[in-house]
Structures are given as C-alpha cells and as structure tokens.
C-alpha cells in the first residue's frame, strides 16, 4: 500500500521567511504525489502535483516542490511567506483504482503558521 | 467552471433523522468522490464513483448511502447516524479518461453535526 509521512505536525516562521514542509512517501509502483493547502472551514486546493517528468515542480501562491526519488521525498518550499499562507498542509499519494477513479492517501498534515 | 459546489455548507441533525447531502461539478469528471474529515485530521476515502459504478466503498457503515444520479450529480444519504460521524464531508471529482491526469478537484465542504 502506498502511504506518504509528514514528520511536523506543526511549523512556526516569520513573514518573508523561507519555509520548507516535509513529506516522504512509501510506494512500489509509480507514483502521483501532490500537495493540498486547506484554510479553516474551507476544502481542499491543489497547490502543486508531480506526476512524470520534470523533478522540480512548480505550483500556486510562489510554491514549489521537488521530487526526489532515491530520498523518497517531496518535500514543499516557498522562498518568502507571507501571513496568508496560514493554513494546513496536505501531502497525498495517488494510486489509480481497478474499477474506476483514484484513491488519495493523504499525509497527517502540517500546520504552518506564520507570524509577524 | 472548474468548481464543485456542496450544499447545504452546514448540517444539524438528530440520531433518528434523515439527511441527505448533494455535490455538484460542471466540468465533465466521470469520478465522483466523497471523503470524511474529522477535525485536525487528514480526509479519509469513504466512496468513489467512475461513469455512475461504484467503483469504491472503505468498509463505510450502512447508516451512509451514497447515490450517483447522473455524471454531474453525487449523494450521499444519512439515516440512524450517531454523534461520532459528526465531521467535514468532502466531496471531490476528477476526469478520469486519462489516470495520468488524476487531480481531484474539491467542494467546500458540509459541515455535520450529529445531536
């Protein structure tokens, strides 16, 4: 089964700061990974996916994120924050379904919170 | 229009009540999905819809029924829930021609409250 692993819960920084948001993912096949933003009682966005191709992906809102397949990793990165970026952060695997559609496993998250 | 739409945006209900909540995409996706969040949680997969099927069901317990009426329309029915489904339902859709392109677009989400 394919899973995908944030390591912080939570991720404080100043504003203009650089941040970087971990995730590591576990999977024996090809692999469709993706980030997902959520502010308070609101859904899901798509920040950014990786799919083939180019390693270095690059997404809304100034994020981008690298895939590294020898790490495991996909590790999200934004150069300058900014207090709206506040919000949790979503890291998921895809895995195409026999019967039709895809089953998104998503990481436990990480709150980045963003400070004055 | 690259938009799913949830109504109601909340839900108050009683154990012995039953509900219904509607998801809505205009985009031509053939798959339809319904997820469940509890707070401070990631979504979790309950049902996935590909062309009207039933293509997934993660061992949800009957008291949720879902309906696919149409390729733009998902349902899913509440009866007998207990308090502990009190939670974010998600509904989510993506094309499904072409599993290279699979992003799942999201709705905003119900928010249910079981009394």
């Not at chain 1, 979503?90 to 998250?109: D, H, M, P, R």
């Not at chain 2, 154990?15 to 798959?31: D, P, V």
């Amino acid at each position: 089964a394919q899973s995908v692993t944030q390591l912080d819960s939570q991720v404080p920084v100043f504003e203009e700061a650089p941040v970087e948001l971990r995730c590591n993912y576990s999977s024996s096949v090809s692999v469709y990974l993706f980030w997902y933003v959520q502010y308070p009682n609101q859904g899901l966005q798509l920040l950014l996916k990786y799919l083939s191709g180019s390693t270095l992906v690059k997404g809304i809102n100034g994020f981008e994120a690298e895939f590294n397949k020898s790490q495991t990793s996909f590790h999200l990165r934004k150069p300058s924050v900014h207090i709206s970026d506040t919000a949790e952060y979503f890291c998921a695997v895809s895995e195409v379904l026999t019967g039709g559609g895809n089953k998104l496993t998503f990481g436990t998250g990480t709150q980045l919170k963003v400070e004055l | 229009d690259t938009e799913v739409t949830q109504t109601p945006k909340h839900l108050v209900m009683g154990m012995t009540n039953k509900k219904s909540l509607k998801c809505e995409q205009h985009m031509g996706h053939r798959a339809m999905y319904w997820y469940k969040q509890k707070a401070k949680k990631p979504p979790e997969l309950m049902f996935v819809y590909s062309y009207e099927k039933l293509s997934i069901n993660e061992s949800v317990p009957s008291r949720f029924s879902p309906e696919c009426p149409n390729s733009s329309l998902l349902n899913l029915h509440l009866h007998a829930l207990q308090p502990e489904d009190s939670a974010l339902y998600l509904c989510a859709s993506s094309q499904d021609w072409d599993r290279n392109y699979n992003e799942q677009f999201f709705g905003p989400g119900t928010r249910l409250t079981v009394l």
